[in-house]
C-alpha cells in the first residue's frame, strides 16, 4: 500500500529469527505427542500460525502444558516447549505428565538460556564455558530418564529462543513477560521492608538489580539473555539507554551482560537499544485518542483463551448453525495473525498504520477483489463503508467452500471488523474521547479536585446506567487518564474532600454490581458479588487512590520529560504530548544536545573512561541517534497508535533509518488496569 510506503523499513532479521528458533523444534515432533506453554503457543501463533504448523511437521497431537495431561499408551515420544525456566513448577508438570504416561524418548526446548539456568541454581556463569558442557540441562537428561523408568531411553534437553511474537513487521512482543511491569511507589516501600538493617532506599531511581526479588532478577536476567541471542543472531553492537527506574535496571543488566562481551566484539553493525518505562506515560495506554481499527478490534472483540496480544472473532455467520447465543464455542474462533496467508497478513499490517476510515475502505477492497476472483456475485458500491456491507460481502463466500478455504485469513478479519464496529463497547469510543478532552481542558482552569468532582455526575450504580453510561472498569480508566496527564499534584483539604466523595460513589457503585468482572474480582479479593461488603470494597477502591496518587508522581524524578500535559492557552486548547514522542523528538533533535533524561548505562572500563574524560576533554559520548538502527523497548506494554507514531516520527526525522518496537505486551484501556492494581511487580510468576 502506498500508506505505508513512507514508514522506515523494517529489518527483516527479526522475523527470520523467530522462524528459525521453531524450526529448531519442527524436526524434533517426528511421532511426538507435544506439549506446549501458553507463551510458546502464542510465540508460535504469530510466527507460524499456531499447532498446525507443528501437526504439518508430523506431530500425533498437541496439547496444553498441564499436570492434567498425558499421552497414550501407543505414543512413546513427547516434545515439551515451555517458556519458563526448568525449575520449581515446570519441573513438576513435566514430572506429571511423563510419570502418567509409557515415554522412551523425551525432548525438552526451553525459552530460557543455559546461563540463567546457571544463575537460577546459584552456579557461576562461568561454569558454562568450561569444555562447553550444559551442566544444568545434562543433569535434567537424567532426571528425565529417572521419571521414564530406564535410564537406556532417550532425553533431550535444548534452548530455544522461542520469546517472541511477531505482531507486524516493526512490532515484537514477548508473551513470556506479558505481566513484567515498571515498579511504583508502594513496591519501593515493599523493597525497603524486605530490608531492615539496610539503609533505606530514597526514590525509585535509586532501586539496583540487586535489592529486587530474586524472581524479578532472574526475570530481568532471562530478558537480557534473550535480547543478546536476538543481537547475536542479527549482528549487532548495541549502545544501551534508559529512560525510567525499570528501564535503567533492565538495560545495565544487559550492556554489562558477560555473554556479551564477545559478540560486541565482533558485530559488524551497530543499534542504539531505548528502553522507556510505561509508568511514566498511562494516559498513551488508557486514553481513547488513536484513531485506529487495529486498536479498536484489540480493545473491543474478548481476548483468545491463553493469549495476550490476540483476539477471538466469532465465524458463525459464515456456517449454517443457527444460535442466538453469542458465546456459542461450537465453531472455533478466528483470529488476528494470519502468518501463514501473505494476503490476510498485509492486510492486518495495514490496518495497524491506516486511520480507521481508510482501512475500512481497504477490507472493502481486498473482499471485492476476492469475490472477484472467485467470480462471486458482487454488488459493488462507492459510498460510505458500513459494518452491514462488508458484512454482506463475507456472506457471498458462504455458499462456495472453496473459496471460503483460499479467502479464510482475510474472511477474520473482516469479521472481526464488522463485529467490532457493531460492538457497544466501539460506540462508546467516541463517548471517552470526548470526556478525556473535557477532563483535558478542566483540568488546565480547575487542578485535579475540580475534575474530579465532574466525574462524580457520571458514577452510577448497576440499576440506573444505560448501555452509554460508565462501568466502574470504565471509571478507573479515566480516573488513571486523570491521575497521569496531571503529574504532580499539591495534596490538601480540597483534594481529600474530591477523593473521599469519587471513592464513596466508586464504592456504592462496585457494591451494586450484579456480577463480578474478573479485574474486580481480583481488586476486592471476591469471586461472587454475594461476597461483596462495603467495608471490603472500601479498603480496596482505598487501596486503588493510592496507586493512583503513586501515578502523579512518576515523572518527579524527571527534568526534561516531567509532563505529559500542554494546558493551551487562549488560542490553542489544552493537549497530551506522549512521551514517546518527546523521546524521540530528543533523540532526532537536530542540535544533539546531551540528553538528560535519557541515560546512557555503559558496557564495562571503555565507556567509563569516555563518561570520565567528557568531564574535562571533548570525547563524544554515545548518543542515541548515533546508528541506522533504533529499537525502543516500551517495558509494560505498548499501543499499535504508539508503534505508527514512533515510525511516523522516524521517517520525519532520520528518513533512511530502520525501527524495532519491542514489548513485553500489546496493551487496551482495559488490560494495563490489571497491570496497574493487580500484577504484583516485585514478585513475577515465573514458575519457581
Not at 15 to 34: D, H, L, M, N
Not at 94 to 120: C, E, G, M, P
Not at 381 to 401: I, W, Y
Request: glycine share 6%; aromatic share 6%.
Amino acid at each position: 500500500m502506498s500508506a505505508a510506503s513512507s514508514f522506515p523499513s523494517a529489518p527483516a532479521g527479526v522475523s527470520s529469527f523467530c522462524q528459525q528458533a521453531w524450526e529448531q523444534v519442527f524436526p524434533k515432533v517426528k511421532r511426538a505427542v507435544v506439549f506446549m506453554d501458553s507463551a510458546c503457543a502464542e510465540s508460535l501463533h504469530w510466527t507460524w500460525g499456531g499447532a498446525g504448523r507443528l501437526l504439518q511437521a508430523g506431530a500425533l497431537n498437541v496439547k496444553e502444558f498441564s499436570s492434567f495431561e498425558s499421552a497414550g499408551a501407543e505414543q512413546p515420544k513427547a516434545v515439551f516447549v515451555v517458556s519458563t525456566l526448568l525449575k520449581g513448577r515446570t519441573v513438576d508438570i513435566i514430572r506429571d505428565i511423563v510419570s502418567l504416561s509409557n515415554f522412551q524418548y523425551t525432548v525438552v526446548f526451553t525459552a530460557v538460556s543455559h546461563a540463567v539456568h546457571l544463575q537460577a541454581h546459584n552456579a557461576s556463569g562461568g561454569a558454562e564455558t568450561e569444555g562447553g558442557s550444559q551442566v544444568v540441562f545434562e543433569q535434567f537428561e537424567e532426571k528425565l530418564c529417572q521419571w521414564m523408568g530406564n535410564m537406556n531411553y532417550t532425553a533431550e534437553v535444548q534452548y530455544a529462543a522461542l520469546f517472541l511474537a511477531p505482531i507486524s513487521p516493526h512490532l515484537f512482543v514477548l508473551p513470556a513477560f506479558s505481566f513484567l511491569f515498571p515498579l511504583m511507589a508502594q513496591d519501593l516501600a515493599q523493597i525497603n521492608n524486605g530490608r531492615p538493617e539496610k539503609k533505606k532506599i530514597a526514590n525509585l531511581s535509586d532501586v539496583d538489580f540487586s535489592s529486587l526479588s530474586s524472581e524479578l532478577q532472574l526475570e530481568i536476567r532471562t530478558l537480557g539473555s534473550g535480547l543478546n541471542t536476538l543481537f547475536e543472531y542479527l549482528g549487532v553492537r548495541e549502545e544501551c539507554f534508559a529512560v525510567g527506574p525499570l528501564s535503567r535496571i533492565i538495560a545495565g543488566d544487559l550492556a554489562n551482560y558477560p555473554h556479551a562481551k564477545t559478540r560486541r566484539k565482533t558485530a559488524q553493525s551497530k543499534a542504539s537499544v531505548i528502553f522507556v518505562d510505561r509508568t511514566l506515560d498511562l494516559t498513551g495506554a488508557v486514553g481513547h485518542h488513536g484513531d485506529n481499527l487495529a486498536e479498536k478490534i484489540l480493545s473491543v472483540l474478548p481476548k483468545l483463551p491463553g493469549h495476550a496480544n490476540d483476539v477471538m472473532v466469532s465465524m458463525a455467520e459464515l456456517t449454517a448453525l443457527q444460535t442466538e447465543d453469542a458465546n456459542c464455542s461450537i465453531i472455533a474462533p478466528g483470529c488476528l495473525a494470519q502468518p501463514a496467508d501473505p494476503a490476510a497478513k498485509a492486510l492486518w499490517e495495514s490496518l495497524t498504520n491506516l486511520k480507521q476510515k481508510e482501512a475500512v475502505m481497504e477490507i472493502r477492497r481486498h473482499l471485492v477483489e476476492a469475490a472477484s476472483r472467485e467470480s462471486l456475485p458482487i454488488k459493488m458500491s462507492m459510498g460510505r463503508v458500513t459494518p452491514e456491507q462488508l458484512a454482506s460481502f463475507t456472506q457471498l463466500f458462504k455458499k462456495k467452500p472453496e473459496a471460503l478455504e483460499n479467502h479464510c485469513g482475510l474472511l477474520q478479519i473482516a469479521l472481526a471488523t464488522v463485529q467490532t464496529l457493531k460492538h457497544p463497547q466501539n460506540a462508546k469510543w467516541d463517548n471517552f474521547l470526548a470526556f478525556e478532552r473535557l477532563l483535558m481542558q478542566n483540568l488546565g482552569e480547575s487542578a485535579l479536585p475540580g475534575v474530579l468532582n465532574q466525574l462524580l455526575p457520571i458514577i452510577k450504580s448497576h440499576n440506573n446506567r444505560t448501555d452509554d453510561d460508565y462501568t466502574p472498569e470504565d471509571l478507573l480508566i479515566l480516573l488513571v487518564y486523570i491521575y497521569s496527564i496531571a503529574g504532580e499534584v499539591n495534596t490538601g483539604k480540597e483534594l481529600d474532600e474530591a477523593e473521599g466523595k469519587v471513592k464513596e460513589s466508586l464504592v456504592h457503585s462496585i457494591c451494586d454490581e450484579p456480577e463480578l468482572s474478573t479485574l474486580l474480582q481480583k481488586i476486592t479479593g471476591c469471586e461472587s458479588s454475594l461476597d461483596l461488603a462495603y467495608q471490603k470494597v472500601m479498603v480496596a477502591t482505598n487501596k486503588i487512590f493510592k496507586t493512583l496518587q503513586d501515578i502523579t508522581k512518576a515523572r518527579a524524578q524527571m527534568k526534561q520529560f516531567n509532563s505529559v500535559y500542554n494546558p493551551g492557552s487562549n488560542t490553542l486548547q489544552a493537549s497530551y504530548k506522549p512521551l514517546l514522542k518527546q523521546v524521540m523528538e530528543e533523540i532526532y533533535n537536530p542540535d544533539r544536545p546531551d540528553p538528560i533524561d535519557i541515560e546512557h548505562m555503559s558496557s564495562g572500563l571503555t565507556d567509563l573512561l569516555k563518561t570520565g574524560f567528557s568531564m574535562f576533554m571533548k570525547v563524544s559520548r554515545p548518543h542515541p541517534s548515533d546508528h541506522l538502527l533504533l529499537i525502543v523497548f516500551m517495558v509494560g506494554g505498548v499501543t499499535v497508535s504508539e508503534v505508527k507514531m514512533v515510525k511516523d516520527l522516524l521517517s520525519a526525522h532520520k528518513p533512511g533509518a530502520q525501527i524495532i518496537v519491542l514489548s513485553s505486551v500489546l496493551l487496551t484501556p482495559l488490560s494495563i488496569l490489571e497491570l496497574i492494581f493487580t500484577t504484583d511487580h516485585l514478585q513475577p510468576d515465573i514458575g519457581i
